[in-house]
């Protein structure tokens, strides 16, 4: 499995789980919308209300599966998350737009913001052939 292989599986999936820690150290899981950056990147967005945007604004360290289907193929992610401000923003927001078109909707929401995922880790597990393959990815920042 390449890297080049994992980034075509990110690039097709939609959803993942996102699991942040809580100001008192608890975990807490949320299910997003996402889209991928060639680089693995993750963008998403979410209002300031949510309790993972009130945990990420404290602890920026963020860990994500992505592919929870009957492929049995999935990506375990662990990454730092930045909240995204504008230039930056839009050429962003662009990459999730394409991914979700109806994000546009969301941006008279109040207290709408983004966030993009850079990579620190990644285990691609295929499950769906035998014996399975499981590749782990290292990123420097």
Do not use: H
């Amino acid at each position: 499995m390449s890297r080049e292989d994992a980034a075509r599986f990110l690039q097709t999936e939609r959803i993942a789980v996102l699991a942040t820690v809580s100001p008192d150290g608890m975990p807490q899981s949320a299910l997003i919308g996402i889209a991928a950056t060639p680089d693995f990147e993750l963008v998403f967005d979410t209002i300031k209300t949510t309790r993972k945007y009130r945990n990420l604004a404290q602890d920026p360290r963020a860990s994500l599966v992505i592919g929870c289907t009957e492929s049995g193929i999935t990506l375990q992610y662990e990454g730092v998350a930045r909240e995204l401000r504008g230039i930056e923003m839009e050429k962003y927001r662009q990459i999730y737009f394409a991914q979700w078109p109806d994000g546009t909707a969301r941006l008279s929401w109040d207290g709408i913001t983004y966030f993009a995922v850079r990579p620190s880790w990644i285990r691609y597990c295929n499950y769906a052939v035998e014996p399975p393959v499981l590749t782990e990815f290292t990123f420097p920042f």
